[in-house]
């Protein structure tokens, strides 16, 4: 079965810590993304990485990191810098950048 | 300034009768659209894209319709399914034979009542 795992699907962490979110897939794509979503928005690029050891900044980075050591992992990192991290936060890959992104189911991060 | 919008918030239709889900852009460089599925606590799936040499793509119960001149795209669903409640997000991009990043719009909640 080919697919976009996320885990965990809910994460809880206290302010102040960072937290690392999973992303892989095993469909041989290229390119991998995080997004977040925020009640009443769109979906908002985080980060991107069209090959494995590169990656750029979205239209959101600031407070976050990543990684892109293997091509199929695309790991998140949540700082203590992001100043609102509570938000629902998507993986997606697609073959190349620009072609159709297939989605991960999620995780509900809340920062207390 | 939103470079797509999804204008209502909200749609409710009638199972069976025709479902209209709108989205305006306002780059005019845009010339690659997607529309994706979204439900609650869950990844969007893709559902149909439609290129700017096209005005129309169909795949079964669903057909997008694509107006450059207006800068206006929509998604028909016909007929439409009480499955076929979730928020639908478009999605546009510039020059994909390039690989630009998609910017999604705020999406439409539809629900189709039985």
């Known amino acids: 079965d080919g697919g976009i795992t996320q885990s965990p699907k809910y994460l809880f962490r206290k302010e102040g810590q960072n937290v690392t979110l999973s992303c892989e897939q095993n469909?041989?794509?290229?390119?991998m993304y995080w997004y977040r979503q925020d009640p009443g928005q769109g979906l908002r690029l985080i980060y991107y990485s069209q090959i494995v050891n590169d990656f750029q900044k979205g239209d959101i980075a600031e407070g976050y990191s990543v990684s892109r050591e293997k091509k199929e992992s695309f790991p998140l990192t949540v700082t203590s810098a992001q100043k609102n991290p509570t938000a629902f936060y998507l993986c997606?890959?697609?073959?190349?950048?620009?072609?159709?992104?297939?989605f991960g189911p999620g995780t509900r991060l809340t920062v207390t | 300034d939103q470079q797509v919008k999804q204008n209502s918030p909200s749609l409710s239709v009638q199972e069976g009768r025709i479902s209209i889900l709108n989205c305006d852009y306002t780059n005019s460089m845009f010339d690659y659209f997607l529309w994706y599925k979204k439900y609650p606590a869950e990844g969007p799936t893709f559902l149909i894209s439609?290129?700017?040499?096209?005005d129309k793509n169909e795949d079964g119960r669903f057909t997008v319709f694509l107006n450059k001149s207006a800068k206006h795209l929509s998604l028909h669903i016909v007929p439409s399914q009480p499955g076929d409640s979730a928020v639908y997000f478009c999605a546009a991009s510039e020059d994909s034979n390039y690989g630009q990043n998609f910017v999604f719009g705020p999406g439409t909640r539809l629900s189709v009542l039985p």
């Open positions: 439609i290129s700017s040499i096209k």
């Open positions: 469909l041989n794509h290229d390119a």
């Open positions: 997606a890959s697609s073959i190349r950048q620009g072609n159709e992104q297939y």
